[in-house]
């Protein structure tokens, strides 16, 4: 079993920051089971590796970067936030690879994206108005239209620029 390094890394960073040792040991046990929550296919000593060296020190950098006044709970709280995709370049570090980007499906993002703006009446409106879900037999909901297999990417991509168009015109008056 490998040693926590107390003196450097994310252990000796986060005691720098917190002089309460027992807020560094409980902040250790959290990040430690978030980062085996997340990747599984770790072992635990691949994870203290991980958190003993450099990249465990800026990982320990990051979360405690923000306000000078950051406290126990904000840091627990960025802990439970960490994903992959911030994670991913930390883990490239450590093995000194390129990181790895997961592919992006644009269609789900815009589908996503447009899908939270349609909460505001207003988009709702200006999307059956320019889709023409009033008199259109096959589009009649802008719903319709975003679960439609032929809504390309392209065309989200379309409608969510006319959105963001119209929203900050808006916000302008």
């Not at 635990?44 to 590796?49: F, L, S, V």
């Not at 589908?111 to 207003?122: D, G, L, T, V």
């Not at 379309?158 to 963001?164: A, F, T, V």
Request: glycine letters at 4%; one cysteine or more.
């Amino acid at each position: 079993m490998i040693e926590i390094n107390k003196d450097f890394g994310y252990y000796g960073t986060m005691h720098n920051w917190f002089d309460d040792e027992q807020h560094v040991d409980s902040i250790w046990d959290v990040t430690v089971k978030r980062l085996q929550q997340l990747y599984p296919d770790k072992s635990e000593e691949d994870i203290i590796e991980f958190l003993n060296c450099s990249a465990g020190r800026h990982l320990a950098e990051e979360i405690i970067d923000g306000p000078a006044s950051i406290t126990y709970a904000i840091a627990m709280m960025k802990i439970a936030l960490l994903n992959k995709i911030k994670l991913g370049r930390w883990w490239a570090f450590h093995y000194n690879i390129i990181p790895v980007l997961p592919a992006i499906d644009k269609k789900t993002l815009y589908i996503s994206a447009i899908k939270n703006e349609m909460r505001k009446k207003y988009v709702r409106e200006l999307m059956i108005d320019v889709i023409g879900c009033n008199n259109d037999d096959v589009w009649q909901t802008p719903e319709m239209w975003l679960k439609a297999d032929d809504t390309n990417a392209k065309d989200l991509e379309i409608m969510w620029g006319y959105i963001q168009e119209k929203l900050s015109k808006r916000g302008k008056k």
